[in-house]
């Protein structure tokens, strides 16, 4: 069974930093690209920043580009967000996100966790 459990958000001030964290279980966490989305109040659900499985590409939305690091750790099943030099329209559940594909895509989502960026 396929859990992606995120943590780390929180409340901090513009121009501050949070790292996220999103530990996986159920599948071959190495085999597989990882993303991270957020979805900010009245927003859609946007894509925020990806990972290749072997943590050597990484892509990231415009927005965040120069202040968010994603990056992976493939001998403790998890991935991160680094988010610096936060601001305001950062506020969002960030949620960590995966898929397997089969016959179908299947996706997979953690439960999200809240990072409000307010002075």
């Known amino acids: 069974q396929v859990q992606l459990v995120e943590s780390g958000g929180g409340l901090v001030q513009p121009g501050g930093s949070l790292r996220l964290s999103c530990s996986a279980s159920g599948f071959t966490f190495s085999n597989h690209p990882m993303r991270w989305y957020r979805q900010g109040p009245g927003n859609q659900r946007e894509l925020v920043a990806g990972i290749s499985s072997d943590g050597g590409s990484t892509d990231y939305a415009d927005s965040v580009k120069g202040r968010f690091t994603i990056s992976r750790d493939n001998t403790k099943n998890t991935v991160y967000l680094q988010m610096n030099n936060l601001k305001p329209e950062d506020t969002a559940v960030y949620y960590c996100?995966?898929?397997?594909?089969?016959?179908?895509?299947?996706?997979?989502w953690g439960q999200g966790t809240q990072v409000t960026v307010s002075s």
């Open positions: 996100h995966t898929w397997q594909q089969g016959w179908a895509v299947t996706d997979y």
